[in-house]
């Protein structure tokens, strides 16, 4: 998740931090993005692909997988 700058860079900075935190709380990797394109809001095609890729590389697997219990259940 990326802010636009107009948010300003204290703001910005925090907000990509508790991404960070989040993740690391949970135990999750945080992906960077993928080949921004030239409105720097969604992938261009070749993110498209890597995502496709790497993060969804078999949508099956998961299943019959456990669900995550969220931050507040813990």
């Known amino acids: 998740m990326k802010l636009p700058p107009n948010y300003g860079q204290s703001y910005t900075n925090g907000f990509g931090a508790l991404y960070q935190a ?4 949970c135990h999750l990797t945080l992906i960077p993005l993928f080949s921004l394109g030239s409105q720097v809001i969604h992938p261009t095609g070749e993110g498209y692909r890597l995502m496709g890729e790497k993060v969804f590389p078999n949508p099956g697997a998961t299943a019959g997988a456990k669900p995550v219990k969220a931050i507040h259940e813990e």
């Open 22 to 25: 989040i993740a690391k709380q």
